[in-house]
Nanobody, 126 residues
Framework: QVQLVESGGGLVQAGGSLRLSCAAS????????MGWFRQAPGKEREFVAV????????AYADSVSGRFTISRENAKNTVYLQMNSLKPEDTAAYYC???????????????????WGQGTQVTVSS
């Protein structure tokens, strides 16, 4: 049974930083690509960042490129999202996701991921 547990969300002022973590269990973590998505109230869930199984290939949404960095630490079964220069429009629930097919490239669509965490709230005040 795959379990993904996010942490690190909170309230921060515009321009501040947060680091989200997602701890995974139930799979050989190092074989699978991981993604971060977010969902604001009344909006659809959207892609934020993705990292492939080996950590040498990443992709970002245009809205966060240059401000957010995704990374992974396979020895700890954990993927991170470092968020800098936060803006009020970054306010959302953030979810990590695991694509249940080993290896592969980066994937950016919600429907391409089978397992999801419960989410962690990020609120950016102006």
């Amino acid at each position: 049974q795959v379990q993904l547990v996010e942490s690190g969300g909170g309230l921060v002022q515009a321009g501040g930083s947060l680091r989200l973590s997602c701890a995974a269990s139930g799979r050989t973590f190092s074989l699978y690509g991981m993604g971060w998505f977010r969902q604001a109230p009344g909006k659809e869930r959207e892609f934020v960042a993705v990292i492939n199984w080996s950590g040498d290939n990443t992709a970002y949404a245009d809205s966060v490129s240059g401000r957010f960095t995704i990374s992974r630490e396979n020895a700890k079964n954990t993927v991170y999202l470092q968020m800098n220069s936060l803006k009020p429009e970054d306010t959302a629930a953030y979810y990590c996701a695991l694509r249940n097919r080993p290896y592969g490239r980066t994937y950016t669509k919600v429907e391409q991921y089978e397992y999801w965490g419960q989410g962690t709230q990020v609120t950016v005040s102006s």
